[in-house]
């Protein structure tokens, strides 16, 4: 029997209350968001509660919106899996975009180790009780964040490269 | 060795220590890779050994980051389709195919029934190529040259067939929004029959070399084994996880591009080793070819691509001689080629577990995140958990078979 997308929402907001928010689906998938200070309890929720069955952690990635209120300038986004029913999940954690912290998913799936690190060596998203937070695919002396949206994709000072002519960058000096 | 320069306040130094103190023996330290030949790509091991035997391993990646998730939010979304191709480059057309469905998903575009064909045609082919690399490469490692030399001529007949359908070999960035940029040419498909007729007697012959091969079996029975609960655990997707007695396919669990009308198994080990990881691969490409040969037999009438003037090139004379033709080409050229907002997630199944490309989109030209869920990634990490307690030329035959390609696992 499908899990109904109604039945998730019930039991989230009768455990949870308005921790968690803002249930809509988007194209194929339920949606919703998650306070940043309640994760570890709805994962472990979701995972655990005989009914919903979130076995699978399939993704977690993190991004950048610096437009947004200081409150919500980060987001941690995991995806589920129910492989009993199959249903899929999408939810967010919005962060603090002076101060990204967020409790670690690792005691939950082991598979939330090397992506929260690749989370953080990419925005510098904090992952606490994670067992070993440092750097994955850049090296371990970088001190920015790559993936944050500030940081320029192309060192500023080259001047081999003209982007100008194909509406890229504006003028390469211009770019921090 | 031991004399490896390692900071005195690193664990490994600190258990050789205390090794010595316990019994006066010594463990040694060694480091594999970054770039060995048998780690077929280029990643660090830094391993804590005792004699020939691993007791703790600590892995080292990104030495081929190529920042591509940074790189797709500053092109248009066409010019992403060359950055999935290297990220498995030994099954790109199904990374590529996987990211026009994604498309395709955000813009809400239906593809023509033989589009999804053609794709499931190709995406099978090169699961293939994908599982030939792995398999005679894992027979390579444990000392059969063979049959390696002897399969590769097919992943080359593999190749040809790309050729023929979009001019690339490796890198394929194959297809467009909506279809592919021109049809099969009946070469192309005189070259997939001549693959379906020739290669089953050669994939036989493979097998018989290498499954009831007994050094083969030696080498590779409860090597690197890992339980279904710890896999599921670890993010495991694909053959790795079905070697473990787990049989979640995204085909079957999600099917998309028609993968519902064609009937085929999808193969399960039980104990998630070497051996059954091996045997998965190997079932799975007589899945492959079955899903081909019906997909020929079905294949309908029709046209190649969606009709989606908007994302999809127009045809060159077209552009010479009529004004809307024109207009859409230097609309599409130009990059101007918005995706209105919205967030998709969109699974295939690769040759190495679930594929994933997650899309934020604002409404301009290019994405505004694009996340891809690379699956040797994910399970690489279980890595020095599997190979704990097992010999050295154990971890390498478990590695070869894990099939961890690095363009993947660094993006």
């Known amino acids: 029997m499908a899990l109904e997308t109604t039945v998730i929402q019930d039991k989230l907001t009768g455990q949870f209350g308005d921790k968690v928010s803002d249930f809509i689906q988007i194209k194929d998938m339920f949606t919703f968001e998650v306070a940043s200070d309640s994760l570890s309890e709805v994962m472990g929720f979701l995972k655990n509660d005989p009914l919903l069955r ?14 947004n209120e200081v409150d919500r300038q980060f987001a941690t986004v995991y995806h589920m899996h129910n492989w009993y029913d199959n249903v899929r999940i999408r939810f967010k954690c919005y962060l603090n975009g002076e101060n990204p912290e967020v409790a670690s998913a690792t005691e939950h799936f082991l598979s939330a180790n090397w992506q929260e690190r690749e989370t953080y060596d990419f925005f510098g998203i904090i992952f606490k009780g994670h067992p070993q937070l440092k750097r994955i695919l850049n090296m371990d002396e970088m001190i920015s964040f790559p993936m944050r949206k500030e940081f320029p994709m192309e060192d500023g000072g080259r001047t081999d490269k003209d982007d100008r002519f194909f509406g890229r960058t504006p003028d390469n000096s211009t770019v921090k | ?29 060694l480091n594999l890779g ?20 691993i007791l703790d391993g600590e892995g080292t990646v990104g030495y081929i980051h190529r920042a591509f998730e940074k790189i797709a939010e500053n092109r248009p979304f066409y010019q992403i389709t060359p950055l999935t191709d290297r990220m498995n480059y030994c099954s790109a ?11 395709e998903k955000a813009l809400d575009i239906e593809v023509p029934k033989r589009v999804q064909y053609m794709r499931v045609i190709i995406m099978e082919l090169a699961r293939i190529a994908d599982h030939i690399i ?35 070999r490796l890198t394929t960035n194959m297809g467009r929004i909506g279809g592919f940029e021109r049809d099969w040419s009946p070469a192309a498909f005189k070259k997939i029959h001549t693959f379906l ?9 493979f097998e018989n070399l290498l499954t009831r091969n007994r050094i083969f079996m030696d080498r590779t029975i409860n090597v690197g084994p890992i339980s279904a609960e710890k896999a599921m655990s670890y993010g495991f997707t694909g053959p790795n996880l079905r070697a473990a007695g787990i049989d979640y396919d995204v085909r079957v669990m999600q099917p998309y591009s028609s993968y519902e009308d064609f009937e085929f198994d999808v193969p399960v080990g039980k104990s998630g080793d070497t051996y059954d990881r091996f045997c998965v691969r190997n079932a799975e490409v007589w899945e492959s070819l079955k899903i081909i040969r019906q997909a020929l037999d079905k294949m309908p009438e029709g046209p190649y691509h969606a009709n989606v ?23 599409i050229v130009m990059g101007e080629v918005p995706v209105p907002k919205t967030e998709v997630y969109h699974p295939v199944e690769g040759g190495n577990g679930e594929l994933g490309f997650y899309l934020i989109t604002d409404g301009s030209r290019t994405a505004y995140r694009l996340h891809f869920r690379r699956p040797c990634f994910i399970y690489y990490q ?21 099939n961890v390609i690095a363009g993947e696992l660094d993006a």
């Open chain 2, 93 to 103: 057309p199904i990374n590529n195919m996987g990211w026009w469905m994604t498309l």
């Open chain 2, 134 to 168: 792995c398999n005679s490469v894992l027979g390579v490692d444990t000392g059969a040259l063979t049959g390696f030399l002897y399969v590769f001529q097919y992943r080359e007949k593999i190749y040809e067939i790309y050729e023929e359908i979009c001019g690339a």
């Open chain 2, 382 to 402: 279980a890595f020095n958990d599997m190979v704990k307690g097992q010999m050295l030329s154990d971890a390498i035959a478990t590695l070869s078979s894990l």
């Open chain 2, 197 to 205: 007729e020739e290669f089953p007697a050669i994939w036989t012959e």
């Open chain 1, 54 to 67: 979130f076995n699978f952690l399939t993704d977690v990635c993190g991004v950048h919106y610096p437009d």
């Open chain 2, 309 to 331: 003037p908007d994302y999809y090139l127009p045809p060159k004379e077209e552009v010479y001689t009529n004004m809307e033709a024109l207009i859409y080409h230097f609309k």
């Open chain 2, 1 to 29: 060795m031991s004399d490896l320069l390692l900071p005195p306040e690193h664990r490994y130094a600190k258990m050789i220590e205390q090794k010595q103190n316990e019994d006066g023996s010594e463990l040694s330290i």
């Open chain 2, 34 to 53: 970054p770039t060995h030949p048998a780690t077929h790509g280029i990643f660090q091991n830094i391993l804590l050994m005792d004699g020939e035997r």
